[in-house]
């Protein structure tokens, strides 16, 4: 079998809802013949604390240096993230640099925030294969 090519995700999300993260990342780990490296900051391992608004400019360069090298950028997408000053952040450097950008929705959840269906190159549900697959279709 032809080696699997290795996909470079940043997921965005909210620290205060990262169970989801952290779901995903299991998922995405657990998916069969799919490779990937994970580009995210997770609040276990922050690059600086993002409520010092002395770092905060650092911080919106740290996030472009995270999010310039992966190949697609994945958004969960609960209606915190309508509220969430970073997730618009880096939806910001994801759309400056071209990212595609697929949208996740959480387990059971119905809407998505307009700050992330008018950037999604792809909306799909919480479903490992269909997540996957839009990975697959629209990383560069």
Known sequence: MPNLKIYDLFISHAWKYNDDY???V?????????????Y???QHDP????DDPVD??????ELKGQIRP????LILSGMYAAYSFWIQKEIDI??????????IKP?????????VSDVAIEIVGWNTDAIVEAIRKHSL
């Open 107 to 115: 387990w059971g959840q119905e809407r998505i925030p307009k700050a």
């Open 47 to 50: 690059v600086i604390d993002p």
């Open 94 to 103: 994801s759309v400056d640099y071209g990212k595609p950008i697929i949208g």
């Open 22 to 24: 952290y779901r995903l």
């Open 70 to 73: 992966v190949n697609c950028v």
């Open 26 to 38: 299991d998922l995405l780990n657990k998916a069969p013949n799919f490779k990937w490296r994970n």
């Open 40 to 42: 995210s900051v997770p």
């Open 56 to 61: 905060q400019k650092t911080l919106i360069e």
